[in-house]
């Protein structure tokens, strides 16, 4: 695989939302030292999920001890605050809840579907020196049919993000590449999960029993609105073709710019649902003070060299 180029949908999509992102994070291999409570949460909701799939009736036990684990990971890469570790700790009691709530809300499904296989990780050649990165956290199967079941969580759901979630850059590379090269027996569809994000809180004085009890109630649609959604498709709605004539065009591109100034900045993506995480970077250069926040990808610290370094200009 030398002098391959290796995209994965994550690369892809930085590349088409902004090329200076891309440089920073693929090509110069920098990644921001910050704090993601949602990361840690989606995870822990995945792990649950596929052990409910599995009918495995320790769900709960082992969904919270696999974000503890996650949790102490955190905690060796950053120093935490004591709000931080609160919110971590709030975390643990939603977990609970919206778990819950899904095994009451699903239990239909549940019963019919089978969990078959998570992260599911390839690297595929796909011919002029083009490596594909897919990475699959769970096939489920149904009547003896082969799904990818895509897990997502929102914090609106909405009949726009429904609709959208079919064009789905992700879920279309990852179903056409495994069914194209044969990586395992067919997919014969896309299972679509969404779970809106909860939006209360435990109060003051209120017990753990009595917020998870309150937050399986709020799930099952007290006040009227879905919080649940699932849909079927028996394929993504970009096809097979338009999905390698991007794959090839975004590749063709990458490798036809060698600086950084062909890696141009798209300032219209500096805020989009929160603030870029090169944007300190990107508009005032690599700083010592503002290199401290950064990282090699993959954990390493920069070396003290190369904090100093004039690897970027001002945009």
Same mark, same amino acid.
């Given at each position: ?12 999509? =930085? ?56 949790? $102490? /990971? ?9 709000? $931080? ?12 809840g919206m778990l819950e709530a ?32 897919? /990475? ?5 199967? &149904? ?20 609709k959208n979630i079919q064009n789905?850059? $992700? ?24 779970? $809106? ?5 435990q109060k003051q004085k209120e ?19 879905? &919080?649940?959604?699932? %849909? ?19 590749? &063709? ?16 993506? =500096?805020?989009?649902?929160?603030? =870029? %995480?090169?944007?300190?970077? =990107? ?22 060299? %190369? ?9």
């Amino acid at each position: 695989m030398a002098n391959k180029l290796f995209l994965s949908y994550s690369g892809i999509s =930085c590349f088409m939302d902004c090329k200076r992102a891309y440089w920073l994070r693929y090509v110069n291999n920098l990644e921001r030292i910050k704090f993601m409570p949602h990361y840690i949460m989606g995870n822990a909701i995945q792990f649950g999920v596929a052990l409910l799939y599995e009918k495995d009736p320790e769900f709960v036990k082992k969904t919270l001890k696999e974000f503890n684990r996650l949790r $102490q /990971k955190l905690r060796g890469e950053m120093a935490l605050t004591g709000n $931080q570790e609160q919110e971590l700790n709030e975390q643990e009691f939603i977990i609970i809840g919206m778990l819950e709530a899904y095994k009451d809300i699903h239990k239909k499904h549940i019963n019919i579907l089978t969990h078959k296989h998570n992260e599911l990780y390839e690297k595929v050649d796909i011919g002029n020196n083009i490596i594909i990165g897919i /990475k699959i956290d769970n096939i489920i199967s &149904k009547k003896n049919k082969l799904f990818i079941h895509e897990l997502k969580t929102t914090k609106t759901l909405t009949t726009d993000y429904v609709k959208n979630i079919q064009n789905d850059l $992700q879920t279309a590379i990852y179903f056409n590449i495994y069914n194209k090269y044969k990586l395992g027996p067919k997919l014969n569809g896309i299972i679509y999960d969404v779970i $809106q994000k909860p939006s209360i809180r435990q109060k003051q004085k209120e017990s753990r029993h009595d917020f998870i009890i309150r937050l399986k109630d709020w799930y099952k649609g007290s006040d009227n609105t879905n &919080k649940y959604y699932m %849909e079927t498709i028996n394929e993504p709605l970009l096809t097979q073709d338009r999905i390698m004539t991007t794959i090839h065009g975004v590749a &063709k591109d990458i490798n036809n710019r060698t600086t950084i100034e062909d890696f141009y900045p798209n300032d219209r993506f =500096c805020y989009v649902y929160r603030r =870029c %995480e090169y944007y300190d970077l =990107c508009h005032e250069g690599s700083k010592p003070e503002i290199m401290a926040n950064f990282r090699k990808r993959g954990g390493d610290k920069i070396d003290n060299k %190369e904090k100093g370094k004039k690897t970027i200009k001002k945009s």
